[in-house]
């Protein structure tokens, strides 16, 4: 089992930045991706950021440029660095780690508010 505390949600404007952070606990040899999914009002779940074992990073086209994954020096830590934040980019954020037999464990999610 894995468990995931997230911390750095909250609300800015238009055009700045946040920094989310993940921290895991448990089986942690047993993870081989960690991330950032998140969910807009009334949409489906969205991968937006993952970082697997080996250092592969894969971000969803619309953050492209704008977003930066990042895992710990203990690899027990994933960061999403934002930046150039748009409205659309409001959403409950969760951190995911997938095990290498393919279990997904979530955090509880925090809240991006971005204005215009």
């Known amino acids: 089992q894995v468990q995931l505390v997230e911390s750095g949600g909250g609300s800015v404007q238009s055009g700045g930045s946040l920094t989310l952070s993940c921290t895991a606990s448990g089986s942690l040899a047993s993870i081989n991706v960690m991330g950032w999914y998140r969910q807009a009002p009334g949409k489906e779940r969205e991968l937006v950021a993952v970082?697997?074992?080996?250092?592969?990073?894969k971000y969803v086209d619309s953050v492209t440029g704008r977003f930066s994954v990042s895992r710990g020096n203990a690899m027990d830590t994933v960061y999403l660095q934002m930046s150039s934040l748009k409205p659309e980019d409001t959403a409950v954020y969760f951190c995911n780690a997938r095990s290498y037999q393919r279990d997904d464990f979530w955090g509880q999610g925090t809240q991006v508010t971005v204005s215009s």
């Open positions: 970082i697997f074992s080996g250092g592969v990073k």
